[in-house]
């Protein structure tokens, strides 16, 4: 399986950003597709996941502000990122059942 993700950058606080991951491959292999993310100095964090039923799980930090949707038929995650805030400065991977896509960096800053 291959991902790739875009949709990375730079915003000021309170702004929106939206990440997009494409899944190819052996994609039959996929069930849960969502997002993690790795701060400076920190360790990689779960953000949100979604499974091919539609399940959904979300960090606290981000309830509320983050929305994960998913497109099955173009095997495909999104994560809408509403009202960012400088905690949510990292880099941002997409997950697919055990593969991981390359980082795409999110920047929060004034």
């Known amino acids: 399986v291959q991902l790739q993700a875009s949709g990375g950058g730079l915003v000021q606080p309170g702004g929106s950003l939206r990440l997009s991951c494409a899944a190819s491959?052996?994609?039959?292999?996929?069930?849960?597709m969502g997002w993690y993310r790795q701060a400076p100095g920190k360790q990689r964090e779960l953000v949100t996941i979604k499974t091919t039923g539609g399940s959904t799980n979300y960090a606290d930090s981000v309830k509320g502000r983050f929305t994960i949707s998913r497109d099955n038929a173009k095997n495909t995650v999104y994560l809408q990122m509403n009202n960012l805030k400088p905690e949510d400065t990292a880099v941002y991977y997409c997950?697919?059942?055990?593969?991981w896509g390359k980082g795409t960096l999110v920047t929060v800053s004034s």
């Open positions: 997950y697919a059942t055990a593969y």
């Open positions: 491959g052996s994609i039959f292999t996929i069930d849960v």
